[in-house]
């Protein structure tokens, strides 16, 4: 990790497996139901179900008038401990986002760790660091409720 580099974590805790957990990600249409209402993004490429190393998924992104594809690229993938993206395209100059699961008492421990470093040096961060935080925080606060709710209707009994 460069001295340029920041890293953004998110954990939640969810009443379910570990196993669900990993299965919901591994679903072809997780990531469409994982992303916010208020992101304009759309897959170019279809998605395919897994979390295998080397799986590919291209995006069109527009943050206000700009737009830009984006390349999210699965480098590692260790079932049901861990799995991870390198993205290329749009803002930033390095992404890598880490998505680790951990057993609890409860359930399942998610973990979201993005290291990132926006283009333009100083002045990226200085315009768009703040902005891209707080975005980050939203989008993983829905993230994880959408993860949540998912995963532990899955395992709660009928009827309860």
């Not at 920041?6 to 805790?13: A, D, N, Y």
């Not at 390349?71 to 986002?97: I, Q, S």
Request: glycine residues 8%; proline residues 6%.
């Amino acid at each position: 990790v460069s001295a340029m580099h920041e890293v953004f974590t998110r954990s939640v805790e969810i009443a379910a497996p570990v196993g669900v957990v990993w299965g919901f990600h591994a679903r072809a249409d997780a990531l469409g139901r994982l992303t916010p209402p208020w992101v304009h993004v759309t897959l170019v490429s279809a998605p395919e179900p897994g979390l295998q190393a080397g799986k590919r998924v291209v995006l069109r992104q527009r943050v206000g008038p700009v737009r830009f594809e984006l390349v999210a690229v699965h480098v590692a993938c260790e079932e049901e401990r861990l799995f991870a993206d390198r993205v290329t395209g749009g803002p930033f100059k390095y992404w890598l986002h880490r998505h680790l699961f951990a057993a609890t008492p409860a359930g399942c421990r998610l973990t979201d760790e993005i290291t990132y470093e926006l283009r333009g040096g100083a002045l990226g961060r200085l315009v768009a660091g703040r902005m891209l935080r707080r975005e980050l925080a939203q989008m993983f606060a829905f993230r994880h409720a959408v993860t949540r709710r998912i995963c532990e209707e899955e395992v709660r009994p009928v009827g309860a």
